[in-house]
């Protein structure tokens, strides 16, 4: 049965199981604690010494494969010993130290001398310590000759041997009820498995007289009667087959094979975790709520039915909950011989079931209602890399990790003072440790631009759904790959290469990466890393594979242009990656260096695309983002008036940006009745004509919607304008291909921008300028690496210098634009158009000759660093190397081009309005 509200360790109250806040009821705080080493070896000694101070057994296991040791937690419980796990070929000295504290006198090793060794025996006899094998041909004979230690039981669990998981979850059920776990193939039944089965089968001695109800007879009337046998098989058909499961039924029967004298249950679920929790939910003591009384040793066959077990009370009790990664075997296998001591269960979590645990837990475990009492404790088995706290936390509630309690691993260490600090103020702690009670319910972060070099210590603040670390000196992101309530992230200006950490965000809707040193988006990594491990795994696979939930990515190179080898390197090959993301609804790669764009056919949910300044031509993939409406195609002079041709189908256009490029024709752009805002700035464009019918509808804009209407008698005849003057405008129309000059004439070329509509770039200039000096200061820098910045600044100082010369510009035309206004005389209008024009010609030309000379003298500098280079040994490195000087090279000689191509042209553009301004002169 379904509940809609239920409890779990009297530490959940939740009011849907959708929910994700939490609150405390009323119940003591359990016990909390961690079992761990740095290795499987070493957490198996931290379980024993935890839960033994002295032992006449031990079970000794192989810890470098599973299948031997599945069926020994029974076995630990029944010699009430620990379980330690041993390499194959040899046994660590710190397991011979503990098995010399715990005073033990016999070890029972699991498994042949393929699994423990010889030598590791016979080095336990020259210790004075007796050794008992056992171990069969294979791991479902082991797990047979293990089964026969526990006598002529009436009860089997089964679990398949060709996998850890499911022994180890009903090896704690059995371990409990103290009966074997028999393993078994998925498809046949062993032979030494059906032998002993069939010695189960009759009851010898007269053990029993009555199968009914275990009542016993010593009378020997009853030899080769049947035992009425329970056997408990975990996993469905695909795991272990109806074929083996039709053995155990069809050897229970009476050698007629008619009346049944045992039956078997299946305990099944979809997955591994699943299985688990079930398990625990079907041996719980109360497993439909309520109180079985037990007449101490008197059995009936009522107490049988209300129970709905084999066993009167050896059940699981839920005082004591152990949690163990169910991504390895070895942690859960030395626990769950600590856990058999008190009956408790292990429950097994993975990277990604969180949430299914615990809606399993409130649902398959009903005695967890409002009656419910805490448990005494929670171990948690294995190291914070295999069993993170969040994890934890997320399965059993927030209480647990209340500062009142002791947790071994609950204090933060920071290595950045600075982070340290910061987080402090946040907290308001300053005279004592921090713990990660102290940050985990913090659901905002923001240190942008706070000199951050390390955030060692970010992976404690696990419910932190908004972070924003821009503006630092972050070089390493590792510490987030655990923030799964991460919804937005902003890492941008910083100096991350390495991304792949990012890439179990599973949550992520906003990510901010632009102004960092991202060349690669094939890496991602394990969100586990296993016990030996240095670091997470690193697995070639497209590091936005399951982010894909985002609906806003930020890749691109906002305003720094100088030093490229700080740059995000983002290629048309790295386009395929972005294909998964079919819900991203922004997309900014400004500043890469593009061709291609096929690869962002699939993203039709995008609404915002800017491709600025990214070397492309072709538009053609762009027809199919029949949701754009914003675009921004500016500063690629390879695209042309024909290359518009896609965008006539983006009928759901508002803004595009395509100033600064070599568009001369605006036909396919004609279409596009839903435009507000348009920049055609800086293109050689011959006729407004196509877009005249928006001059109503723009908003915004950078040319004039309205052409000034010529008169028939003004400038109708040549013989105003003097010869020289003629050729001059013959020239500059055969240059430009311009039909008539009088178009370009009385058009004016520019339109003055409201004062202070560069704030908010200056400001980010501003910002840009301070991280960069804060660089500076952190100090720690190579030679390479301070040039680089200090290139940097020196772009960002030309950036403001552009900007206000372009403001003074704005404001001289600004004067002439009112001017203009209330001019009424058809002559004094086109003098103030052709004086608006020369003024913005002359400062394009200006504008891009600086350009040109700051080309030019990058150039030589590069030019002039490869060949240092050259001369250096082979051995030589720094932080600019070959490869990044002549990407960049090549960067600034494609933008010298650009800049001498444009200068060209409004070199002409500046004779002509001169000319013209001649002409209205002298007439």
Same mark, same amino acid.
């Given at each position: 049965?379904?509940r809609?509200?239920?409890?779990i ?75 330690l ?25 699991i498994?042949?001398? %393929?699994?423990?060794?010889?030598k ?13 094998r ?72 007269s ?9 016993k ?31 155990f ?40 709520g ?35 990664? %169910? ?7 030395? !626990? ?38 805490a ?55 300053h ?53 799964y ?15 792949s ?81 079919t819900?991203?609804?922004s997309?900014?790669?400004? %500043?890469?260096?593009? !061709? ?32 754009l ?30 100033s600064?490029?070599?568009?001369d024709?605006?036909?396919y752009?004609?279409g ?35 052409l ?6 003004f ?36 339109r ?51 900007i ?15 001017q ?10 086109a ?29 030589e ?9 050259s ?6 490195s ?13 960067q ?31 007439n």
């Amino acid at each position: 049965m379904i509940r809609k509200k239920k409890y779990i360790l009297a530490l959940i109250l939740t009011a849907t199981l959708s929910t994700n806040f939490f609150y405390k009821v009323s119940a003591a705080f359990p016990g909390l604690k961690r079992l761990y080493g740095e290795d499987r070896y070493t957490t198996s000694l931290k379980v024993a010494q935890d839960g033994w101070s002295s032992s006449y057994y031990a079970i000794l296991a192989c810890g470098e494969d599973y299948p031997d040791a599945l069926s020994a937690v029974p076995l630990a419980k029944k010699y009430n010993a620990p379980i330690l796990l041993t390499h194959r070929n040899y046994i660590d000295s710190s397991v011979l130290n503990e098995l010399k504290s715990l005073q033990v006198q016999r070890v029972v090793i699991i498994g042949g001398a %393929g699994s423990v060794s010889e030598k590791i025996v016979s080095e336990l006899n020259s210790l004075g310590i007796s050794t008992e094998r056992i171990g069969g041909a294979d791991r479902y004979e082991t797990s047979i000759k293990i089964a026969e230690k526990f006598g002529n039981v009436d009860t089997l669990t089964v679990a398949t041997g060709e996998d850890y998981a499911d022994a180890i979850s009903v090896g704690a059920a059995a371990a409990a009820m103290e009966v074997p776990v028999v393993l078994v193939p998925k498809n046949t039944m062993p032979n030494t498995t059906k032998e002993y089965i069939n010695r189960l089968r009759t009851i010898k001695s007269s053990e029993y007289s009555n199968p009914q109800n275990g009542q016993k007879d010593n009378t020997k009337d009853n030899v080769g009667a049947f035992r009425k046998m329970k056997v408990f098989v975990v996993g469905d058909n695909n795991i272990v087959s109806d074929n083996v499961v039709r053995e155990f039924e069809n050897t229970f029967k009476d050698e007629g094979g008619i009346q049944q004298f045992g039956n078997v249950e299946r305990i099944i679920g979809q997955d591994k975790y699943e299985r688990n929790i079930n398990i625990v939910a079907r041996f719980l003591q109360n497993y439909e709520g309520k109180t079985i009384e037990y007449d101490d040793h008197k059995k009936s066959k009522d107490d049988y039915d209300k129970t709905q077990y084999s066993t009167e009370y050896d059940l699981f009790n839920l005082n004591n909950i152990f949690i163990a990664s %169910g991504d390895g075997f070895a942690d859960a296998l030395s !626990g769950a011989a600590l856990a058999a001591k008190t009956k408790s269960p292990v429950i097994l979590s993975g990277n990604s079931n969180s949430q299914m645990l615990k809606n399993f837990i409130l649902d398959k475990i009903p005695n967890y209602d409002n009656n419910s009492t805490a448990p005494e404790y929670l171990t948690v088995l294995g190291g914070e890399a295999v069993m993170p706290d969040n994890r934890v936390n997320d399965i059993f509630g927030t209480v647990i990790f209340d500062s009142g309690v002791d947790f071994t691993n609950s204090s933060v260490k920071f290595k950045d003072k600075q982070f340290e600090k910061l987080v402090r103020d946040k907290v308001g702690i300053h005279d004592r440790e921090l713990h990660y009670s102290d940050l985990k319910n913090i659901t905002s972060l923001d240190l942008s631009n706070k000199g951050i070099g390390d955030i060692t210590g970010l992976e404690y603040f696990s419910g932190l759904q908004s972070l924003d670390l821009s503006y630092n000196q972050i070089t390493n992101v590792k510490p987030i790959i655990k923030l799964y309530a991460l919804e937005n992230l902003n890492l941008s200006h910083n100096q991350i290469m390495d991304i792949s950490y990012i890439s179990n965000l599973r949550n992520l809707k906003q990510l901010s990466l632009s102004d960092n040193k991202i060349s690669n988006l094939d890496d991602s990594r394990k969100s586990e890393k296993d016990y030996d491990e240095k670091d997470y795994d690193k697995v070639s696979q497209n590091v936005f594979k399951y982010l894909t939930n985002l609906t806003f990515l930020d890749l691109s190179n906002s305003n720094i242009k100088a030093s490229t080898s700080n740059k995000n390197r983002i290629n048309s090959g790295d386009l395929d990656n972005l294909k998964v993301l079919t819900n991203l609804v922004s997309l900014n790669l400004k %500043g890469n260096s593009l !061709g291609s764009l096929s690869d962002l056919e699939k993203l039709t949910s995008l609404k915002t695309l800017n491709l600025s300044k990214t070397g492309i031509s072709s538009l053609t993939s762009l027809e199919k983002l029949v949701n754009l409406e914003q675009l921004d195609i500016s500063l690629n002079n390879n695209i042309d008036g024909k290359d518009l041709k896609p965008l006539q189908k983006l009928y759901n256009l508002k803004y595009l940006d395509a100033s600064s490029n070599n568009i001369d024709d605006l036909t396919y752009i004609g279409g596009l009745t839903y435009l507000n805002t348009l920049y055609l700035e800086d293109n050689p464009i011959r006729d407004y004509t196509p877009i005249l019918n928006y001059k109503n509808s723009l908003y915004y804009r950078d040319f004039d919607a309205a052409l000034v209407e010529e008169s028939d008698n003004f400038y109708s005849t040549d013989s105003i304008i003097n010869g020289q003057i003629k050729n001059q405008i013959s020239e500059f129309e055969s240059a430009y291909n311009y039909s008539n000059y009088s178009k370009l004439k009385l058009r004016q070329l520019y339109r003055p921008y409201d004062l202070g509509a560069y704030n908010t770039k200056l400001t980010e200039l501003y910002k840009d300028r301070e991280w960069l000096n804060s660089q500076l200061s952190f100090g720690g820098l190579s030679a390479l690496q301070l040039k680089d910045i200090n290139d940097d600044l020196t772009s960002i100082e030309d950036q403001i210098a552009d900007i206000n010369k372009k403001d003074d510009m704005n404001r001289k035309v600004k004067d002439l634009q009112n001017q203009l206004i209330t001019t009424y005389t058809p002559k004094d209008m086109a003098k103030i158009i052709n004086e608006i024009n020369y003024i913005y010609a002359d400062y394009r030309y200006d504008d891009y000759r600086v350009e040109v000379d700051r080309c030019s003298r990058d150039i030589e500098k590069m030019k002039a660093q490869l060949q240092i280079i050259s001369m250096q040994s082979p051995s030589y490195s720094g932080a600019s190397s070959v490869e990044d000087i002549k990407y960049e090279l090549e960067q600034r000689q494609r933008d010298l081009d650009f800049a001498q191509e444009k200068v060209g042209m409004y070199d002409n553009y500046r004779n002509f309005f001169n000319a013209i301004s001649s002409v209205i002169e002298e007439n």
